[in-house]
């Protein structure tokens, strides 16, 4: 019979430990988005019907003030705010690519710059030298 327990915040625990840890015991987790990643963000979006999922944005708790949530907005900036009020995964401060486009490029979806931009012309491949060959 497996244990009962409950993960806290398991956006911020190591993968392998949430992991290890849901497939032995009966689960109860709580916690606010950490970006587009890790097993949690796994679970909420991919992890079909073995999980209840229950979403409580900040703004539909009534002891939480308007004032105290303007405030932490201000502090925290757009995106962390609606991270950890807003129960929104959003894609990594600083990142060079949002998560949508890589998944663009790697399903083959992705449109290569100059194609179909009016005329702008077609965009040769990057061609990386073999290995042990020049850059030049």
Request: net charge negative; proline share 5%; glycine share 14%.
């Amino acid at each position: 019979m497996a244990g009962v327990g409950v993960l806290d915040v398991p956006a911020f625990v190591a993968d392998m430990l949430a992991v290890a840890a849901v497939d032995r015991l009966v689960m109860d987790t709580m916690s606010s988005p950490f970006g587009k990643r890790g097993h949690f963000f796994d679970e909420w979006t991919n992890g079909g019907e073995t999980w209840q999922r229950f979403e409580i944005p900040a703004g539909d708790v009534p002891r939480i003030s308007a004032g105290f949530l303007a405030a932490e907005r201000r502090a925290l900036g757009a995106d962390w705010f609606a991270q950890e009020y807003g129960c929104r995964f959003l894609d990594a401060a600083g990142s060079l690519f949002s998560g949508d486009d890589i998944a663009a490029m790697l399903s083959g979806s992705a449109v290569p710059v100059g194609h179909g931009l009016g005329g702008l012309g077609d965009v040769a491949p990057l061609r990386l030298p073999e290995f042990g060959q020049s850059c030049t």
